[in-house]
C-alpha cells in the first residue's frame, strides 16, 4: 500500500480527514459536476524542475478550486493573483476562471496548505497537521526553488513548520521577507496578506501592495 505522506501530491479521494471527507462527500450530492477532491498543485507548463517560485495559499474555496479542480481558480482571490502573475511575467495566457482558459504558468507553481476545503474556509489544527507532509513533500521535491510566497498568515506558519522551522522565529507581517535553510540551499520566505474578497473589500489588502509583494520575488529571483 502507498504512503500517502511519501507523495508531494495527495490522491483527489484522500481520507486522511474524516471531517473533510465528510464535507466532501455532502458536497458531491450536492454539486455532482464539480472536482470534490483533494486539488492538486497547478504546476508551470515546463515542469516541476523548472519552478523557482512557489505561491502557498490556505485551502481551496469552496465554489473556486474545490469546483474547478485547480487552485484560486473561480473565485475573486483567483482574479487578483493571477492577474499580478500575468502582469509580472510569472503567466501567460489569459485568466477565465476555468481551469481549459489556457492560462500557464512559467517558473512558478501554485499550492495550498490544506488541500481539501473545508467548512467556512477554516481548516482544523489536525487537518493542517494530516496534510503538512505533503506541503514538505512539494518544497522538497523543487531544486531550483528560490522564493515563497505565503498568502496568509496559516500558509505562513504551515510553511515554516513544514520545513521543521520554529514559527517564534520568523513573525509573519505583509512584505516581511524570511530567509529559510531548506536541506543546505537558503530560500527566501516572503509575506502577504491573503488575497481574498474580505482583504481587498475592507482595504487590509490594495493591488499596489500585493503587487509590491511580488517585485520582491521577482528582484530575489532575478
Not at 502573475?85 to 490544506?114: C, E, Q, R, S, W
Not at 531550483?144 to 504551515?158: F, K, M, P, S, Y
Not at 520568523?170 to 524570511?178: L, Q, S
Amino acid at each position: 500500500m502507498t504512503d500517502l505522506h511519501s507523495l508531494a501530491e495527495p490522491r483527489a479521494d484522500c481520507e486522511l480527514c474524516p471531517r473533510l471527507v465528510g464535507f466532501r462527500e455532502d458536497n458531491q450530492q450536492k454539486y455532482p459536476d464539480w472536482f470534490n477532491g483533494a486539488v492538486p498543485s497547478f504546476i508551470p507548463a515546463a515542469g516541476i524542475e523548472s519552478t523557482r517560485l512557489l505561491i502557498v495559499g490556505l485551502a481551496p474555496g469552496l465554489q473556486g478550486a474545490n469546483k474547478t479542480g485547480r487552485p484560486f481558480t473561480g473565485d475573486w482571490a483567483g482574479d487578483l493573483l493571477y492577474a499580478t502573475l500575468l502582469k509580472f511575467g510569472l503567466a501567460a495566457g489569459h485568466y477565465a476562471a476555468n481551469p481549459k482558459d489556457g492560462l500557464t504558468l512559467k517558473g512558478t507553481m501554485i499550492t495550498n496548505a490544506v488541500r481539501c476545503v473545508p467548512p467556512q474556509n477554516k481548516p482544523i489544527g489536525a487537518e493542517m497537521k494530516n496534510c503538512r507532509p505533503f506541503l514538505t513533500a512539494r518544497i522538497t521535491s523543487l531544486p531550483q526553488l528560490q522564493v515563497i510566497i505565503c498568502l496568509g498568515r496559516i500558509a505562513h506558519e504551515n510553511t515554516l513548520s513544514a520545513l521543521d522551522h520554529k514559527r517564534a522565529d520568523y513573525k509573519f507581517a505583509h512584505g516581511a521577507e524570511h530567509s529559510l535553510a531548506v536541506e543546505g540551499r537558503k530560500i527566501m520566505m516572503i509575506d502577504s496578506y491573503h488575497c481574498s474578497r474580505y482583504n481587498t473589500n475592507t482595504g487590509r489588502l490594495t493591488e499596489s501592495m500585493f503587487e509590491d509583494v511580488f517585485g520582491k520575488a521577482s528582484s530575489a529571483m532575478a
